[in-house]
């Protein structure tokens, strides 16, 4: 049991960090590590940069345009991207609807999708979420009904994320609405450049503009458009959701944010010395240095036990939950750490190249918004809740 | 990096585990602490004959030549069985102690006669009214013209030292309470004259001393390491303790977390067994993240505290004795919690492990005094930089 880096592990990791410092836009680096604005062209350069490269999707099978690497090595490739304030990778292309297509979906399928979804070319958007169906998202109410080689899709989905940049959307529809409700589920692949769909924003309480509702007006989608069997479309949405587990915990993206926080507090004065030093400040700070701590442990034991070959199970779960809730904690801190001036709401002053007026320093803008955005990580991708039920069963069998 | 055990740590455990599932079930625990030495005699032979009396002892003195890992899978299965006995003083301190800066002379005669079981020894690193600080030594050292030492002073809570054959103590030989200097080590014989004590029980089952030494008279060979210069010894010692207990807390920890999970299973209430509420069951996910954390923390801390760097080596070991605290704290109270009235007696060994949780946090610091070192390693390191905010620019 040993924490250091081999030789080997040490030269992949040069490699990876000359890369990342040789090709990551300056421009796009600092719009991360500072919560400025991305734009979708910010996501998209560095990915073709990652492509070209040939590690953008690094948990494919390499036959498929993965990288071949072992967890340890996705591991130290995650640490420098983050460390670097690369973006993160969209994930609904390359760690959600690709991992299915690989699985489940046909040739034809693969050939015509995977290529795009390496390149960025095609923009993807996860179409599960309804009004009426959020946790419990197997009552979910959008019909496709099969006319000829189509099906005709109605209903509307809902929180659907960047579906304002989206060309496909892929997405979860009642075929069949006898039986169990799982069995009625079929997996579908939208163009969302077909007649009768309708894109809307939802503003978030930080005022910004991140999720839709998507309205499916009998739009016609091809039948070669259903990944796999029919019916089966609930089988395939699991195995998506445990698919892809080395980032769940965002420990790497934490470590950043935390310095992050630590260089903001250094700054920051409060009764004339510097806010980091002031002992109730720090011990917050401490606090969640320390879960991350043990957080970035509990990731590498989840990865060893990868890599001995046991299947991907609940565990993601725990990761989800400790990674979302250090996550909050750093976003809460960060914004406590500026003090009043964390009140102002210029958000004009987000976006790079901002000459106008700020209140406090650049850091400090776009602090509160992104702890009101923040409060997002515990409800998404099956809620904090709904993760303590699945630990509860798979877990310990409760 | 990896996560692996050897060959040789796996036997380590495997052989522990078998050990004391033979012989130290809870029963039998309780009758050892019910007798006056408060240790088994017996038990102390069996661990001679794993090699367990050796385990930081280089190979080269005979020993097992283990570090923080081995010591880890060790004491985890000591806090599994809620063992008594006095290991953690003799060999994880003492031994360890000996064998890293002990002469020459004192590890030729010392180290083999804790390895085949005939010495045990204590350390007094505390005093009265120092609370956590190793440093507030007031016990004085004062060196005589015909070379012995003359040592006046108390030291608190020393964890088994009534039944030790050895005492090492920290005292001062320059300074002041509280400074970093001039602190040393040294071997007393609890059977000198001057030296006396009050022996009494812990709530958890062990027996600690209070220790006063009235011009102890020891030869000059008593001396540990380099005089006026113990503290980062003293500190080294301590890190090593913590690491091990750590451990322990983790094998009190699940041993607490499998019965109240097999509580929830079993008892019936409204018809249904219990871990069917929700409620129940989300507060066992904690207790399960908890435990998985404080796990992780143990690695750390084991895989760290040999670390040269001392810095590194701190920081690791305080943020997972701060860790520990709060989560041995929460899953030891959740316990209790969701064993209802039974978790209450003092018949069922819930209890007890509670206890033994509660104890380790209090044992070489408590979480705040260790949030308190985090900080202070923390801010040894250079902050993180980045780039300088780019001039800012008014708009009028
Ligand atoms: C910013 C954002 C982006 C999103 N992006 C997408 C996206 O791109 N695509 C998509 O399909 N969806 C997306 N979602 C939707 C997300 O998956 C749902 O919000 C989530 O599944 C919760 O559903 P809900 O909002 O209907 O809450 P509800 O299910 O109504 O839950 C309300 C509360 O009840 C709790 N609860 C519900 N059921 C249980 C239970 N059985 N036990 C205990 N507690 C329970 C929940 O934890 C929550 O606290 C996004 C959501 C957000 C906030």
Redo the contacts between chains.
């Keep these: ?6 030789e080997a ?1 040490l030269a992949f990791r040069d490699e990876v960090r000359g890369f990342v410092r040789a090709n990551l836009p300056q421009e796009i680096s ?1 719009k991360v ?2 919560h400025k604005r991305l734009g979708k062209d910010d996501f998209v350069v560095w990915q073709k940069l990652l492509h070209q490269r040939g590690w953008i999707a690094p948990g494919w099978p390499v036959a498929d345009g993965g990288t071949g690497w072992n967890p ?1 090595e996705r591991h130290i490739f995650e640490e420098e991207c983050a460390a670097a304030g690369a973006p993160p990778i969209m994930a609904f292309g390359v760690y959600m609807v690709g991992p299915v297509l690989i699985a489940f979906g046909n040739e034809q399928q693969q050939q015509r999708y995977l290529p795009r979804i390496l390149s960025s070319d095609d923009w993807w958007c996860q179409g599960y979420s309804e009004p009426g169906s959020g946790s419990d998202l197997a009552s979910l109410k959008t019909r496709a009904v099969r006319k000829g080689d189509h099906y005709i899709v109605n209903g509307q989905k809902t929180w659907t994320t960047l579906a304002q940049y989206a060309d496909m959307m892929f997405c979860l529809v009642r075929t069949a609405s006898e039986g169990k409700k799982q069995e009625g589920i079929s997996f579908l692949l939208i163009d969302m450049h077909s007649p009768g769909v309708t894109v809307r924003p939802i503003i978030t309480l930080d005022g910004e503009h991140e999720v839709n509702e998507v309205w499916l007006e009998n739009v016609e989608v091809p039948v070669e458009n259903l990944v796999g069997e029919e019916g089966r479309g609930w089988t395939y949405a699991k195995f998506l959701l445990s698919h892809e587990r080395t980032n769940i915990a965002g420990v790497s993206r934490s470590k950043r944010e935390l ?2 926080l ?2 903001i507090a ?1 700054q920051e004065k409060a009764g004339g010395r510097p806010l ?1 030093d002031n002992t109730r400040f ?2 917050k700070i ?2 969640v ?3 991350l ?6 990731n ?2 989840v990865l ?1 036990a990868d890599r001995q070959g046991k299947p991907p199970g609940p565990e993601a779960s ?1 990761l989800k ?2 990674g979302t809730e250090i996550q909050q904690a750093i976003t809460e801190l960060m914004m406590e750490a500026v003090g009043p001036v964390a009140l102002a709401h210029l958000p004009d002053s987000w976006g790079d190249h901002w ?4 209140v406090g ?3 400090a803008g776009p602090l509160a918004a992104r702890y009101f955005n923040y409060r997002k990580v515990t409800i998404y991708g099956g809620s904090n ?1 709904i993760q ?2 699945i ?2 069963q798979g ?4 | 990096m990896d996560f692996d055990y050897t060959e040789e740590q796996l036997l380590l455990k495997d052989s522990v585990d078998k050990f004391l599932q033979k012989t130290y079930s809870f029963d039998a625990r309780n009758a050892i602490i019910a007798t006056r030495a408060g240790y088994s005699p017996d038990i102390w032979k069996g661990f001679a004959a794993l090699g367990l009396l050796g385990l930081p002892v280089p190979p080269a003195r005979d020993g097992f030549g283990g570090g923080g890992v081995e010591t880890m899978l060790v004491m985890e299965s000591f806090g599994r069985h809620l063992v008594v006995e006095p290991y953690l003083g003799t060999v994880v301190m003492a031994a360890g102690l000996i064998a890293t800066v002990g002469t020459d002379d004192q590890q030729q005669y010392l180290l083999p006669l804790i390895m085949n079981g005939s010495m045990r020894l204590a350390c007094g690193f505390l005093e009265p009214g120092g609370r956590y600080d190793l440093a507030h030594i007031e016990t004085t050292a004062r060196q005589e013209a015909n070379g012995f030492w003359v040592l006046n002073g108390s030291k608190s809570v020393v964890i088994h030292g009534a039944v030790a054959d050895l005492l090492v103590v920290s005292a001062r030989t320059s300074g002041k309470a509280g400074d970093a200097d001039g602190i040393s080590l040294f071997f007393v014989n609890p059977g000198e004259p001057g030296v006396a004590g009050l022996e009494y029980p812990t709530y958890d089952g062990m027996r600690a001393a209070e220790v006063t030494l009235k011009n102890v008279q020891i030869n000059s060979e008593s001396l540990i390491g380099i005089a006026g210069r113990g503290l980062p010894v003293v500190e080294l010692v301590a890190d090593r303790a913590i690491a091990a207990l750590c451990a322990e807390a983790v094998g009190c920890m699940t041993a607490l977390k499998d019965a109240t999970l097999d509580y929830l299973k079993t008892r019936q209430q409204f018809g249904v067994p219990i871990g069917r509420f929700q409620v129940l069951q989300h507060r066992m996910v904690d207790l399960l993240m908890h435990c998985e954390q404080a796990r992780s923390m143990a690695m750390l801390a084991a895989m760290k505290v040999d670390s040269p760097d001392a810095v590194e080596r701190r920081r690791a070991v305080s943020a997972a004795k701060e860790l520990i605290g709060r989560s041995g704290r929460f899953v030891a109270q959740q316990a209790i919690q969701l064993h209802g009235g039974m978790g209450m007696t003092n018949e069922l060994n819930v209890s007890h492990y509670v206890k033994r949780v509660t104890a380790i946090d209090t044992l070489f610091g408590d979480a705040d005094h260790h949030l308190d070192r985090f900080t202070a390693a923390a801010q040894a390191l250079p902050l993180p930089s980045f780039e300088k905010p780019r001039s800012k620019w008014k708009q009028i």
């Design positions: 049991m040993n924490l250091d880096y081999t592990e600092r590590i500072e340890v310095a992050y630590k260089h250094a980091i720090s011990d401490a606090r240095e320390i879960e701590m043990a957080l970035a442990i509990t590498l034991r060893a725990i939950i400790k000459l106008g007026e700020r320093p650049e850091y809740e303590r039920n630990i509860a877990i310990l069998g409760l």
